[in-house]
């Protein structure tokens, strides 16, 4: 059954996935930032077993594994994780649609349609 969140309910969950979603996009940053040295590394590692470059790698992404379960438990959903995008499910005049929240703004306040996406945001 789908849990629809009250606007009060998603505000007060921002509280705990804000600071997740800026650590998601710091290891997101730090991933990026050492892919030019990274991949060489990852691909003699696939031939000899691995390297101190390819377990720190692998421990970044079994980290962003760990945030983005943590984010989803509370219902949330992800859309968009380079942007820190995230929905949660609500109704508005008895049809389904998402509180719409974007890393950087203080508490949700737009919403849309669930086929819209981020372009059809309306203010709440």
């Avoid at 989803?72 to 994780?81: M, R, S, W």
């Avoid at 389904?96 to 819209?116: M, N, P, T």
Wanted: aromatic fraction near 8%; hydrophobic fraction near 45%; include cysteine.
């Amino acid at each position: 059954m789908t849990h629809y969140f009250t606007l009060e309910e998603a505000n007060t969950l921002i509280v705990v996935i804000r600071p997740l979603i800026q650590e998601i996009m710091q290891i997101r940053q730090s991933i990026l930032a050492r892919q030019p040295e990274s991949w060489p590394v990852v691909e003699k590692a696939a031939g000899n077993g691995g390297s101190k470059v390819a377990s720190e790698i692998a421990m970044e992404f079994n980290r962003l594994d760990t945030l983005v379960r943590q984010i989803l438990a509370t219902g949330a959903e992800i859309k968009d994780i380079n942007n820190g995008l995230i929905d949660f499910r609500a109704l508005r005049e008895e049809r389904e649609v998402y509180l719409c929240w974007k890393f950087g703004e203080e508490s949700i306040r737009y919403w849309h349609d669930l086929d819209a996406g981020f372009a059809g945001r309306h203010p709440l």
